[in-house]
């Protein structure tokens, strides 16, 4: 089935609805559906829906159903497709009409062309919650935003949840929100601000269909920025790009479009262009529409802003934008036509190009408009591979993976919640689903649609869809459940920590709930978990990639477990886990630093302080190995 829009203005476009099959010419803010296997005896059954979501049209007897708010979807069931054209009956031979009904309306093809899964990623302090905010806002599924700096407004981030987060202002954990848009459904994977948390931000986006990502006009791509595009890159995520703070000086639109390039190896294609910068800032120019949106100074984001546009070929825009910015803007579009690429979807979901958009997420400028033109050209739910070889599609019977799990989101239940990416098929409430690591089967019980921190019960989910699971401890990250086959997707990476601390419990009479804590905070990937094989006692040794995930372990074992602890950063900086026999290590004295532990799967494993003490182990071996990732079985 295929779904696009909107188009450039006047703009056409082939979409085939099968393999081989007849096409149809998609018009600018139409979108195409194909209901093949409905229960319709009589041909396809295509619908052609404003983008406003009204009323179908296709052919001239229809061309009086303009999509008023009294009107039906209607629906044609037509044989022998060529192509058409609006106006033209000729072209397309109706059989007749039905109005849409209950049955189609559920249509699992519709519902998975609906779904936008996508994550916003950015350099700490670009504007990733901001921007998080603001498209809720505008979404309607919150009435008022509330900067995280701001906190005269009474009102912290929506997706930062967590009390840590709260407190500092950062993001240390990623958050799923699930809301819907016009004719969509939007599943936003917010992900952590900080560096030391990226291992959760590249889990979190093995999930993700697309990602927004956020430059600053000030400082261009960043080092985070760097990490995370190319973990979107390796994956094949196709990544949007807003350019935020356009409000402020910066390093001006080609720039920045330059900078990306080079350092991404992405060309950038710009969807609006700005007007001025810092206080000359005067709005954007819309290359689709032709439109120019006026920016409003001293406007704040904790409402909706309305954005007063006018069209470039208006009289009155020289004088609203003053004769110097407007003679520059016919320039920029001049060359933006002629010396820059085009928009090309193959070859934004292949990550070579990006659509680029400028605003400001702190007004709300550029948010609603960056939005509307998203959701229509961002890719719906697909086919994933699987560790097998094979491509699972979105058709296929149900399957699932877990790429992150939250412990005590309700600290009154002390609960831990799964979160899986449905893959394939759709999720029912109660459904019965094969575990596939252990083999067993588990009713999937109390399903969750989650919001931040707030939650509620669903009863059904598609593909594309986050959704959250009660986990009593039996789901681990990276693993499957299925009703079909045994299918694995080789989706949540592991990574080898840069950092290491002994944890030290202060209060031995609540060893119960430090133990809990521990393993649950670890089970979560906050932290990697190894243990001193000769020790009688459990001081745990904590792996991590910085210094922050030992801080926020520390606070919410006091927070969640009551629990207070303290951690010492070790000398060691490397891990290398040991494949061969252990009968080799009889007799074998250590390097001076180098610790012996076992991992949580009771993997043999050494600490190191330094390259040349790994060296010199290795050397005393004979068959075995030292491996810088652990061995797989």
Not at 63 to 87: M, N, V
Not at 431 to 446: A, I, W, Y
Not at 461 to 485: C, E, M, R, S, V
Request: proline share 4%; charged share 25%; with cysteine.
């Amino acid at each position: 089935m295929s779904v696009h829009g909107p188009k450039e203005d006047g703009a056409t476009e082939f979409l085939s609805f099968l393999d081989g099959g007849p096409k149809c010419v998609a018009p600018r803010d139409f979108f195409v559906l194909d209901f093949s296997g409905v229960g319709l005896d009589k041909g396809k059954v295509v619908a052609v829906v404003l983008g406003g979501g009204s009323v179908a049209r296709a052919g001239a007897d229809l061309r009086e159903k303009d999509g008023g708010e009294g009107d039906q979807h209607r629906f044609i069931i037509g044989e022998g497709l060529a192509s058409w054209t609006p106006g033209k009956k000729e072209n397309y031979r109706i059989i007749g009409e039905v109005q849409m009904n209950s049955t189609m309306e559920r249509s699992f093809g519709i519902e998975v062309e609906k779904r936008r899964t996508f994550a916003i990623i950015s350099h700490p302090d670009a504007g990733k919650t901001t921007l998080t905010e603001k498209l809720l806002l505008y979404s309607g599924a919150i009435q008022s935003a509330g900067s995280v700096k701001a906190k005269s407004s009474g009102k912290k981030a929506t997706s930062d949840w967590m009390e840590l987060e709260k407190q500092r202002g950062i993001s240390v954990t990623s958050t799923v929100l699930q809301f819907p848009y016009r004719e969509y459904m939007l599943n936003l994977l917010d992900t952590p601000g900080h560096n030391d948390f990226s291992a959760d931000t590249y889990r979190t986006l093995t999930a993700a269909d697309s990602a927004v990502m956020i430059v600053d006009y000030a400082k261009g791509v960043e080092a985070q920025t760097r990490k995370l595009f190319t973990v979107c890159s390796d994956r094949g995520i196709p990544i949007f790009t807003f350019v935020n703070k356009l409000d402020h000086d910066g390093l001006g639109p080609l720039t920045i479009m330059e900078d990306i390039d080079e350092a991404l190896g992405m060309t950038c294609v710009p969807m609006n262009w700005p007007i001025g910068e810092g206080i000359d800032f005067r709005g954007v120019y819309d290359r689709a529409s032709k439109t120019v949106s006026l920016y409003q100074r001293g406007a704040r984001g904790a409402k909706k802003v309305e954005t007063d546009s006018i069209h470039i070929d208006d009289p009155r825009a020289k004088e609203v934008l003053g004769e110097k910015n407007y003679a520059q803007l016919m320039d920029d579009i001049e060359l933006l036509d002629v010396a820059h690429d085009q928009l090309d979807f193959e070859l934004v979901k292949q990550g070579k190009q990006s659509p680029m958009y400028f605003g400001s997420a702190l007004t709300n400028f550029g948010v609603e408009a960056f939005l509307n033109s998203f959701v229509g050209i961002a890719p719906a739910p697909h086919g994933r591979e699987n560790v097998a070889g094979g491509v699972t599609k979105t058709e296929d019977e149900f399957s699932a993976f877990v790429f992150k799990i939250q412990a005590n989101m309700n600290p009154e239940h002390r609960d831990r919640i799964a979160f899986i990416r449905i893959v394939s098929g759709v999720f029912e409430k109660d459904m019965e689903v094969t575990h596939v690591q252990s083999g067993k089967k588990l009713k999937l019980s109390r399903p969750q649609r989650v919001f931040g921190s707030d939650r509620e019960i669903i009863e059904e989910a598609f593909p594309g869809d986050i959704i959250g699971i009660p986990n009593p401890g039996y789901l681990l990250l990276g693993d499957t459940l299925t009703t079909g086959k045994k299918v694995e997707y080789a989706e949540v990476p592991a990574f080898t920590p840069e950092i290491f601390a002994s944890l030290t419990n202060y209060d031995s009479s609540r060893f119960k709930h430090y133990d809990k804590g521990v393993l649950q905070l670890a089970a979560e990937g906050l932290v990697e978990l190894y243990s001193d094989p000769r020790s009688d006692t459990k001081q745990y040794i904590l792996g991590a990639i910085g210094m922050l995930q030992f801080e926020v372990v520390k606070f919410r074992l006091e927070a969640e477990y009551g629990v207070k602890t303290d951690f010492g950063v070790m000398s060691q900086r490397l891990i290398r886990w040991f494949e061969g026999d252990l009968g080799e290590l009889t007799g074998i004295y250590l390097p001076t630093g180098c610790k012996r532990v076992l991992d949580s799967e009771g993997r043999t494993a050494f600490l190191f302080g330094s390259e040349y003490e790994v060296g010199n182990l290795q050397g005393k071996l004979k068959a075995a190995k030292l491996l810088e990732r652990a061995p797989r079985g």
